[in-house]
Structure formats: structure tokens, C-alpha cells
């Protein structure tokens, strides 16, 4: 075929030529493969499902039943083409996949998972050499004796690394001991199936065994020079990539060639390219910003446009209707069966045998036994290798791929069932979970979510102005970083550093880029204050992070959810979309938050760095009207209040009849109200009459110069009832609306308060599977890199 047509005006057809049909395909593939990910996604699948389904659909199990359509979209013309993209798309995935696995993890990894790593290996391999032996005998006669026992056996034996890691994200179980377990056998699964695989393909070649030999022999010396010299190379480079700088484009630019060069040797030592990709990604220093670099310049283009095509060029290859007949169906029967079983008991026995509960060790089990696209690249390279014999046919090939497709699929809504941590949470009675209560003197828990960096210093001068006074058990901080886990292969690379080994995903030994600075303010502030700071972290997708916001407020019995609210000041003081799906997190957790939450408005509160206790001076307004939101605003008021840098005026909104616009001040001190104001002095307390919403919104412009505006969401009574008018962001509330409308010019942050009531949320729904899911470094922990989990 020609590369392009001179267009449909000159008489060409562009279908005919190989640049548009390919466009057409990658467009086709792309999008049928995002439709069933949508499809799937509520009943939590992988998307590799998916796409395997949707190479299957396009290829002649389905679609392809139809001549016309396979022969002018998938003419055999344009194959070659076809598997040549998704080849050199699969060769830049694999890198991606080899930068998931840092060699130094794989050092640390404990007995107990090498142990279930070496059982979950060990007997699937068994039990696929005695099913081939059962194949050979009906549909696979004729194939390769030894290299068909050998991919057999390493077909069964597969775990799928980063479809395993999407699965446990999913279910949010990353970093529970299944999770930690799970991924720590699976990381020494790959690298040897990796190994098993090279093995299966030295031996499918022609010739005598001399020649196997001597590709096992120059493969196995391949390895050893990248060892020897590429880790040098690469920490070079790194070297002159500092942190906060771009990374220079030669050095990119040298480590793709790097890894086309690899894939070229391998591809001539006779063990295929994409084994040369693999290497070269491992050895990839993971610290730094160099590998960070990697992944964005290559993920997007490779997994989104190139690797799709891959998924079609297997389904072109599967076809479902040659297994046909009661023998055929049943050796299919016994072909998963037998993968499930080799896998499952040989993981449950091991993992009882280090002592591991039950519920755990089956939930590991069935997580080992995930396969994914590792799987297909070897189903794929023995349906390729025809040299002299045949290794697996037509049938045998269509067989295995629905096998992976079954074991997979089964995974999630099993796990689910057989596994539920948190049925196994603390038991610890919950009493406090709003800040208004009649002992003010217990202790204070807030749980401070934010996103990134931007929310930090509000944040920090937050807690810093509600800490209280010595004379009460002081304030618990759990700080949760909420970031999110997106479908790309380089969130598993985050996924590694919160579980890896145990250290948190911000660990300072550990990462050198953004998140260390979030630690570095954390630590110092917990070293000025005498506020407990525990940090956390939350890896969730969008549509599941309220979960982990709720589930971490229950364990750790939290009093209060602080949010940020979805929009950051700009420089000229309006406020803009940070990202819109944070609001649909932020109002599902106001629905389902089992105790009191509130939204920060952060116009830069306290500064764009922390202060320290003794140059604290804000001013803090709390507008008062009515109703349990108020009190509760009204509660956390006075506790911040008792900072001597901070001074709180409530204001209270009363409506009236005959005297409008009075404004009298009172001393708290002798009023019945003085025990939930302050203890040790005075507040400064206005009470305005108003008889309607222009005299209440000027009285709060009067206070437009302070630092923080303190209201509740819901307030109640006529002044409020009035004020209701354009409500654009219904998770502030009416008067928040207000406080953050573009007619309302003030520099003052903003807190909007909901006080938690179980008139309000009665039964609050939470995922059954969202425990776990949160990396904690418990206080005084930090320099030992410990987790509680």
C-alpha cells in the first residue's frame, strides 16, 4: 500500500491507501474501546477488559463476521501496517510498564510475599504443562512439543502487574496488608513470567537446541551490559535534571533512541523487542524528576492512540466461532478451571501457611490471578511463532484469550465479596462529630483534606488560629492529601510511592518533587505548635474520593471535615475553577459526611506562608442568624477565639419592626451564652435589627476588611430566608453565596460550616470496600518512614 492518497477528487480512494486507514482504525479502536470503559465502569472492571473485548468485537468474532466491513476497514493489506504501529506502540508501553517496577523494591521484598510470589507461579505452571498435554491430544495436534508446554505453562501462571494495581486502586485496598501483598508477589510475578517467557521463545525457534542455547546465552548477556552500563548512564542524566527545572529534550530524546536500540538487539538476538523496552524501563532511575519527565512525554500518545491498535490486532487473531462442539467448550471449561485453580489454592495455601487470615489469603488469591495485556503479548508471540511448527493454533489461541478475559473479570466483584475490611475496623465509640458540645475542654479532630500545594498555607494559618489554648487536651490534625488516580499508567507510579515498603507517598528520603514540600511545611508546623499533625493520603478516583474522605473522618473519629472550595483568587481577586469535579466531591461529602464539615474560601488567609503564633493577627467575623449550622459556626468560632492573635466579632442579624438598623454591643462575659463564646475574656458581640436584605448585605460589607468570614450553610430565620435569593454554589449556602459573589469586594476568606445531624443524613452511605485506602504517618513517625494504616 501507498502512504497517502492524492484524495477522493482525483478518483483515489483513501481507504486504499495505508496513512488514512490507519487514522480510521485508531479512531475506530479508540473509540469503541472508551464506550465499553464506560460501559463496564460501574461494575469497577479494568479497562483492559475492554479493551480485549473491543479487539475481539472488531476482529471476526463479531464485526468481522461481515467480509465487506473486515476487508475495507482490515483488508490484509494493511496488517503489516497495523501491527508494526501497535508493536511500536506496545514497545514504549512496556518501557512505561518496566518504570513501575523499581528493582530496589524487589530487593526489600519480604519472605512471606516471595513465598506466595514462588507458590502462585510455581503450581499454575505445573498445571498448565499437564493441560497442554490434554491439548496436544485433541485440538493442538501438531504443535511444538516443549514450546507449547512452555507457554501453557506460562500463560496460566501470569499475574498482570499494572492491571492488578488498577483492580486493588479501585477497590481501594492499596494499602491495606492484601493490597501491600498482593502487589509485592505480583511485582515478582512479572519479572518472572518475563523471564519464562524469554525461555518459551528461545525454545519455539528453529534449528537444534544449539540454538536455543545461544539466544538464551546472548539474551542473558544483553541483560547483564544494560545492568553494567545504563543505571550510570541514566543517573547521569538525572544528575542534570534538578528538581523544578524542565528536563533538557536531548536527554529525553537519547533514552527513547535508548530504548528503540534495545528493542532492535533483542529483536536480533531472536526474543523480541519488547523485552529490550522492558529493561531499559526498569533500570530507569525512579527518584527525581527524570522519570517523571519519561512518562509525560510518552504515556499519553502511546497508551491513547498506539496500544489500542494492539487490542485490535489480537482480535483479528480470536476468533470465537472456531471453538465450537461440546470438547471444544469443555476444554475451555478445563483451561479456566484449571488457571483458577493452580493459581488460587497454590496463592491460599502459602499465604495460610505465613498466617494470614483466611478472608486475606482467598482475597490474595484471586487478586493473583488477574491477567491482562502481559498476558495477551504472550498468547500473541506464540500465535506468531511459525517457523517450523506451529505453537499455538487458531482454537488453542481464541481458548486462552477468553480464559484471561473470564479470570480477570471475576476478580473484582469476587474480592468484593469474599473481602471486607471494613467489617474489621476499631470498634472505638464516636462520640464527638461537631465542635459544638457541652465539654469544650475534649479534645478537637479535624480531618484538613487538600489537593495540592495551593491549599496549603490557608490551610496551615487555619489551624493554626483554631489550635485552642493549653488548658484544654489541644487539637489533632489529620492532614489528607487528596489526589486523584487517573486511568494513566503513570498513576501507578504514584500508587508504588504510597505503598512502597510501607513509607507514605510524601516519605522526604523517598521524593525530591512537590510533595516534599508539602511534608516540609507539615513538619515545621508540627515543630512550632503544639498541634498534633498526622499526614495522610488518599489515592482515589474522582467519582470515589468522597469515600475516602468519610471513611478516614469515621476511623479517625473526626469532629470536623475541612474542604477547599473548588475555586482559587486569581491575581485580580476573582475566583476561578481550579477543577469542577471537585465540587461534586465537595458536595458529596456535605450528603454523606457523618460528622460536621466545612468549605474553606481561601483569598490567602494568614498570607502565602505560615505564621508563626506570636505574629498572628487576624480578624474573624462570624455572622449569626440561626440555626444548628450557625451554633456550630458560632463553636468553632469561639474556639479560635481563645488564640491571643485572634479577634472575633459576632455579628447577629435580628429581624425588626420599628427600630432598623440599631446596633448594640455586648459583653459575652455575663451573658447565658458566655461558656460556648470564651472563658478568659471578652468578644466583641453586635446585634443589628434589619428590616430587609439591602440593610443586611450593607451591614456586611461594613466588615469586608477582615481576614475570615465565619458562617453556617444552612442558616435559618426570616433575615436569612431573605438572602436566599441567587444561590449559584448551593454547597455554600445562601450567605456564602453572598461572601463569594463578584459584588461582594473583600480580600477576607471565607468558611462556610455545616453542622453534622442525623435528621440530615440518617443513614450515611459509604462503600462497603473504602477502608484501607488511606497512607498515614502517625506523629513522631515521620523520621522513621512508618505507616498506620
Known sequence: ????????????????????????????????????????????????????????????????????????????????????????????????????????????????????????????????????????????????????????????????????????????????????????????????????LALAIALSGTGSPLVSLWVLLCGAGFVIACVVILPRVFAMMAQRCPDGEPVDEIYVCATLCCVLAAGFVTDTIGIHALFGAFVVGILVPKEGAFAGALVEKVEDLVSGLFLPLYFVSSGLKTNVATIHGAQSWGLLVLVIVTACFGKIVGTVVVSLLCKMPFQEALAVGFLMNTKGLVELIVLNIGRDRKNSQQVLNEETFSILVLMAIFTTFITTPIVMAVYKPAKRESKTEYKHRTFERQDPSDQFRLLACFHSSRNIPGLINLIEASRGTEKRQGLCVYALHLMELSERPSAILMVHKARKNGLPFWNKIQQSDSSNQVVVAFEAFRQLSRVVIRPMTAISAIHGMHEDICESADRKRAAMIILPFHKHQRVDGTLETTRIEFRSVNRRVLERATCSVAILVDRGFGGSTHVAASNVSSSITMLFFGGKDDREALAYGARMAEHPGISLTVMRY????????????????????SKRIREDGSIKYEEKVVNNPVETAESIRGFSKCNLFLVGRSPEGPVAACLSAKIECSELGSVGNFLTSPEFVTSASVLVVQQYSTEKRSTPRHSTMSSGKVAELPAGEMEEGKMEV
Open 654 to 673: 435580628v429581624a425588626g419592626q420599628n427600630s432598623p438598623g440599631e446596633i448594640s454591643t455586648v459583653d459575652l462575659n455575663d451573658g447565658p451564652d
Open 1 to 196: 500500500m501507498k502512504a497517502t492518497s492524492n484524495g477522493v477528487f482525483q478518483g483515489d480512494t483513501p481507504l486504499d491507501f495505508a496513512l488514512p486507514l490507519a487514522i480510521l482504525q485508531i479512531c475506530l479502536v479508540v473509540a469503541l474501546t472508551r464506550a465499553l470503559a464506560f460501559v463496564l465502569r460501574p461494575m469497577r472492571q479494568p479497562r483492559v477488559i475492554a479493551e480485549i473485548v473491543g479487539g475481539i468485537l472488531l476482529g471476526p468474532s463479531a464485526l468481522g463476521r461481515n467480509h465487506e466491513y473486515l476487508n475495507t476497514l482490515f483488508p490484509v493489506k494493511s496488517l503489516t501496517v497495523l501491527d508494526t504501529l501497535a508493536n511500536l506502540g506496545l514497545l514504549f508501553f512496556l518501557f512505561l510498564v518496566g518504570l513501575e517496577l523499581d528493582p530496589k523494591a524487589l530487593k526489600r521484598t519480604g519472605k512471606k510475599a516471595f513465598a506466595i510470589a514462588m507458590a502462585g507461579i510455581g503450581l499454575p505452571f505445573i498445571m498448565g504443562i499437564g493441560t497442554s498435554v490434554v491439548l496436544r491430544g485433541t485440538i493442538s495436534k501438531g504443535v511444538s512439543g516443549p514450546p507449547f508446554l512452555v507457554f501453557m505453562g506460562v500463560a496460566l501462571s501470569i499475574t498482570a502487574f499494572p492491571v492488578l494495581a488498577r483492580i486493588l486502586a479501585e477497590l481501594k485496598l492499596l494499602t491495606t496488608d492484601v493490597g501491600r501483598m498482593a502487589m509485592s508477589a505480583a511485582a515478582v510475578n512479572d519479572i518472572a513470567a518475563w523471564i519464562l
